[in-house]
């Protein structure tokens, strides 16, 4: 075989048939005939290196042997013979080589390379289209070769024979292309290779085969590799000179009847075939279209190419209603932090993310949805807009099944006027759109008016939107489940449709602000409050996307943050704000835009907005039973970006003011306490003197009423209140009337504004202390409130612990409670001791037994948090109030059986944390009810001394102390001992 295959290639080499005339005639064929079939019958071996080199080796020396037919110019008697001999071997040869491709896949890329070669090669050589029968017989032979059975071993290529082979190359052609689309650029180049041999040798011959070999090489327009889609664009071009040379017109019906057929399998395709058919259809309809080019326009004036076009489009981009995340509420990114949404940067790494992906039911793959846009935008690119806009509309409009694919479509078809995501000059049409910059203007300004429509945004996306914070008011008091059915009818399906449905729109106008640019700029005053409206929203997906929207918006209309692009066009937003709260029922979602600009801007907006929220408390004091949830969520943005703006009223910063207050109150004091005892010493000194020297009460008094005539300075003029704080101590006035609301998510809300309003005016004490007096007798009353929810409020590390185990925000009460100890000290520590302490005392007294000795699902229950969280307060109560022995003793007795190791770890650790706070306030005291408790005996420093043994008759009873308990005693005796060493 080797001998066989060199001797070919050897022989192949010298001039064409000099060298090797017994291959022409029926003597030739009789002597290779043999080693012919041989090699035809042998077995590939494609895991062995020598069979692969050997396989090489044989494709080789056959496509040498075949290109010589093709290469020679003049059709002479010789070239016609040797086809013929050639031809004579073509069913064993296409079917041998077209095991070799469709064997195992594992085999290298060389190999199917060469296979594909050879195999249109062979093809070409026999059935080229030059050889085509006119009159032909077999009569030439006689000449040559007198002998019958040499000459019956020739083909007769009469015309029967032509249509018969060409339907054969036809079914293996299209077993060989079923293979699909290789990794390997290599191969993908040789396809294309096989391709245009085919289609230059054989068009005539092979005019069944001809589409699905222009088929393959549309399909690799769109290759990654250079080098395979420019061979394939020039073989396209080549190929069309023929079509033309020969009179047959030109390939552009061809190309429109494939993309009508195309069209009308795509859907099929794409519900049934996987990704390895799907991608390759797709990438075949992407080609057709970028070869169309310009002439697209045309094809699509035609009503059964359109319609055809459109609806497979519209049953592909079908979009699945099923995923959970539709149904989720604000993300992480928004929340209701002011700190995490303020100074969005907008950078090329946040330029056109988005954070939530679309699923489609019939596809998932990324390639798939990516060539779906790109023929989509090509027919923007190269179609009538106008047309297509309108088309796309009445199906918009005809059913809502439609809507979300019709928006989708609309929106690529804008981007690919554009250009956006296409490069026509691959295509050679350097000015390839049909629509006009003013044609595309208009358009999109129609398309944003029809988008933020009444009848399309404010589409139900929630249970009853329009009126739920209306109907929360008044349905139910407590935070008790929602039904799924919403009262309207409204299906969960039909929700996760309008959601979607929002998503497109406002993805619709970021792709709009890619089209335009800067002259976006004037669309802001149509499209920014809408989508600032959206922003706000419930729904996390859709909250996401106008965040996304809004990114790109910034990026295009040179901005470089959304605090920079909200207070560049705050003043129309302002005022349309402020005319819709005069109609506050007919725009519930106007507070949202209100919300979102003090989320997402500085202090510089502060100023601008402040007639507006003025506005906002005239509304809130005259319809406060209906609006109070609408608008209290815009007073909790406002205290909490008050105190994101105004940094100098942090925690840390009250805390420092505080302590310093704390100092200044004890010198004063000490300095009045040593000035009253030295005037009562001279006054008694004097009453005992005799003589005339003496002074007198009355005239001591005398000179102490002169002198302090004398000593009288100016009074201190007080430093004007900043507006800020001035704003909050409105918000608190408010807020005072929502604390014994009905409604249990109002009480958390107004809970919420209290604590910051309360850090925020912890610097100004004239209008702090008022506050906290007024704020103090509503506040108690939440401590006995019926709902768990209101009561309970966990605090951040809990929160990131535990939030996913019950939906509760924690003791929102007991926090409260506890920044009002930051800020105003022992201004409470009476009221905190009457009122507050007996209630936890009892609430921990009356939980000890619950917790005691539970299992691991107690810490998912609410009073596990409930204890924990008075726990962790007690803690922040006793470092901030000075505390008497009385009320210290009192607590350590309430706390002590949280010691026990029964106990679940958690309140154990949290019960060690109280003691070591008492021990800061009252070491001595705490030492000893320690002691006492666990039973310690002291040892005497002398041995004339007796030992002591605590906590043999108070000692409490059933109690297990850990080791932590003695360690905590151990360091307390050293602290002690410490001190009086000291």
């Not at 061809?254 to 993309?259: L, R, T």
């Not at 019950?806 to 409670?817: E, H, K, N, R, S």
Request: glycine share 4%; charged share 20%; hydrophobic share 40%.
């Amino acid at each position: 075989m080797i001998l066989f295959s060199n001797s070919a290639s050897s022989s192949s080499s010298d001039s064409p048939w000099s060298t090797a005339p017994s291959l022409s005639l029926p003597g030739g064929l009789v002597l290779n005939g043999r080693p012919g079939c041989m090699t035809i019958r042998m077995p590939p071996f494609p895991f062995l290196s020598i069979a692969s080199l050997f396989g090489v080796m044989l494709f080789s020396a056959s496509d040498a042997l075949a290109g010589e037919a093709v290469d020679a110019e003049p059709v002479s008697q010789d070239v016609r013979l040797h086809c013929q001999v050639i031809a004579s071997f073509l069913p064993g040869v296409v079917t041998s080589i077209a095991k070799v491709i469709l064997g195992d896949s594992k085999q290298g890329q060389t190999i199917l390379s060469m296979a594909f070669l050879t195999w249109s090669s062979v093809v070409a050589t026999a059935m080229s289209d030059r050889l085509m029968p006119q009159d032909m017989s077999l009569d030439m032979f006689q000449s040559k070769d007198k002998d019958m059975g040499k000459r019956q071993l020739i083909i007769n290529q009469d015309k029967r024979w032509w249509n018969d082979t060409a339907s054969k190359v036809h079914h293996l052609l299209k077993r060989i292309l079923s293979i699909g689309i290789h990794s390997h650029w290599k191969l993908r180049l040789s396809v294309c290779q096989f391709a245009k041999m085919l289609l230059q040798n054989c068009n005539q011959s092979l005019e069944n085969c001809v589409p699905l070999l222009v088929d393959v090489l549309v399909a690799h327009l769109n290759d990654d590799y250079k080098q395979v889609s420019v061979f394939s664009r020039q073989a396209l071009d080549s190929f069309s000179v023929i079509v033309v040379a020969r009179g047959s017109g030109s390939l552009i019906s061809m190309f429109e009847d494939n993309i009508h057929s195309l069209a009308t399998r795509l859907p099929r395709v794409v519900r049934t075939a996987d990704d390895t058919v799907r991608l390759p259809t797709l990438d075949l309809l992407v080609g057709y279209l970028r070869l169309l080019g310009p002439r697209i326009s045309s094809l699509l004036s035609s009503s059964a190419h359109l319609k055809r076009l459109s609806q497979a489009l519209l049953q592909i981009l079908e979009i699945d209603l099923s995923d959970i995340r539709i149904m989720e509420k604000h993300s992480a990114v928004l929340g209701s932090s002011t700190e995490s949404a303020l100074y969005h940067p907008v950078t090329e790494e946040t330029f056109g993310h988005s954070h939530y992906r679309l699923q489609f039911r019939h596809f998932n793959d990324d390639h798939i949805k990516a060539a779906v846009i790109k023929s989509i935008r090509l027919l923007g690119c190269y179609g009538d807009l106008s047309l297509l806009v309108d088309h796309f509309a009445d199906y918009f409009t005809q059913s809502s099944h439609w809507q979300k694919q019709a928006v989708l479509i609309v929106n690529e078809l804008v981007r690919g006027c554009a250009q956006i995501g296409l490069d026509c000059s691959e295509d050679g049409f350097l000015h390839c759109s049909v629509n006009s910059k003013e044609a595309i203007e208009e358009h999109i300004m129609s398309l944003l008016s029809e988008y933020v429509s009444e009848s399309h945004w404010h589409v139900p996306t929630t249970i009853d939107t329009r009126m739920e914070d209306f109907r929360a008011n008044q349905s139910s008091r407590s935070l008790a489940a929602i039904n799924v059915a919403s009262p309207n009818g409204l299906s969960a399906q039909t929700l996760n449709s309008n959601t979607i449905l929002v998503c497109l729109l406002l993805d619709g106008i970021a792709g709009f602000a890619e089209v335009l640019g800067q002259h976006f700029d004037a669309l802001l005053m149509t499209a920014l409050y809408p989508i600032l409206e959206k922003l706000g929203d419930s729904k996390g997906v859709i909250s996401q996307t106008a965040l996304d929207t809004l990114t790109v918006i910034c990026q295009c209309c040179g901005y470089s943050s959304m605090n920079d692009l909200i207070c560049h066009n705050a003043d129309y937003l302002i005022d349309a704000v402020s005319l819709n709260l005069r109609h506050l029922d007919m725009n519930p979602t106007t507070p949202r835009v209100l919300k979102m600009m003090l989320q997402h801007c500085d202090k510089a907006l502060l100023p601008l907005v402040d007639d507006t929220l003025h506005e906002v408390f005239t509304v809130l004091d005259g319809h406060f039973d209906d609006t109070a949830l609408l608008l209290v969520p815009v007073l909790q943005t406002l205290v909490e970006a008050i105190h994101y703006w105004f940094p100098s009223t942090n925690r840390a910063t009250v805390c420092e003011w505080h302590e310093g207050s704390r100092i200044h109150e004890k010198e004063k004091v000490k300095a009045c306490s040593i000035s009253d005892f030295l005037k009562e010493y001279c006054h008694k000194n004097l009453d005992m003197e005799d003589g005339e020297g003496g002074v007198k009460d009355e005239d001591f008094d005398q000179t102490g009423e002169q002198n302090g005539e004398a000593d009288d300075f100016p009074e201190d003029k007080k430093e004007p209140i900043p507006g800020h704080c001035l704003l909050t101590t409105e918000v608190l006035d408010r807020c005072i009337h929502f604390v014994s609301s009905k409604n249990a998510r109002l009480r958390l809300l107004v809970l919420s504004v209290i604590q910051h309003g309360l850090l925020i005016l912890a610097a100004t004490t004239d209008q702090l202390l008022p506050q906290v007096h007024k704020l103090w007798s509503p506040l108690v009353k939440r401590f006995a409130d019926i709902e768990p929810v209101v009561l309970m409020k966990v605090t951040h590390d809990i929160i990131n612990s535990c939030w996913w185990h019950c939906g509760v925000f924690g003791l929102q009460a007991l926090d409260v409670l506890c920044t009002m100890a930051e800020v105003s000290g022992d201004f409470i520590r009476r009221r905190v001791v009457s009122n507050v302490w007996p209630a936890l005392s009892t609430s921990l007294e009356r939980m000890n037994g619950m917790s005691l000795q539970s299992g691991k699902l107690y810490k998912h229950t609410v009073n596990f948090k409930l204890q924990k969280t008075v726990l962790t307060s007690l803690d922040v109560l006793i470092c901030e109030l000075d505390m008497g022995d009385v009320e210290l003793s009192e607590i350590s007795a309430a706390v002590l059986p949280y010691l026990d190791v029964r106990q679940p770890r958690e309140l154990q650790e949290a019960a060690v944390r109280i003691f070591k706070a008492l021990a800061t306030a009252d070491p001595d005291a705490t030492w000893l009810v320690l002691s006492d408790a666990v039973g310690c005996c002291l040892l005497p420093p002398h041995p004339c001394l007796t030992s002591v043994k605590l906590g043999t008759e108070r000692r409490p009873k059933g109690i297990q102390y850990s080791g932590v308990v003695m360690d905590l005693v151990c360091e307390l005796s050293c602290c002690i001992w410490r001190k009086y060493i000291m």
